[in-house]
Nanobody, 118 residues
Framework: QVQLVESGGGSVQPGGSLRLSCAAS????????MGWYRQAPGKQRELVAT?????????NYADSVKGRFIISRDSAKNTAYLQMNSLKPEDTAVYYC??????????WGQGTQVTVSS
């Protein structure tokens, strides 16, 4: 059973930065891509960013975070990172790490709260 261990998150003032990490319990070569979705209260879960797991690093970002968030991966650690800069109150949400396996199965982490408030 694939498990995702998330860390990071917390509370920060507008303009601040946070970094999320997500470690997968399987080889990164079993993974198609890794990334994060987020869900704010009363809203649907939405894509934040994804990164391919091995080989060429292809990234995909939501328009709302382009230029502020950076997703990366460490293949040796089976871990993805989301560096969030210039945070805004509208970034407040529960952030869920997710992995799409090469089998087509998607795994979700437990979620971590990010709060941006003055």
């Amino acid at each position: 059973q694939v498990q995702l261990v998330e860390s990071g998150g917390g509370s920060v003032q507008p303009g601040g930065s946070l970094r999320l990490s997500c470690a997968a319990s399987v080889s990164i070569f079993s993974i198609n891509n890794m990334g994060w979705y987020r869900q704010a209260p009363g809203k649907q879960r939405e894509l934040v960013a994804t990164v391919t797991s091995a080989g060429s690093t292809n990234t995909n970002y939501a328009d709302s975070v382009k230029g502020r968030f950076i997703i990366s991966r460490d293949s040796a650690k089976n871990t993805a990172y989301l560096q969030m800069n210039s945070l805004k109150p509208e970034d407040t949400a529960v952030y869920y790490c997710t992995v799409l396996l090469r089998t087509g199965f998607r795994v979700w982490g437990q979620g971590t709260q990010v709060t941006v408030s003055s």
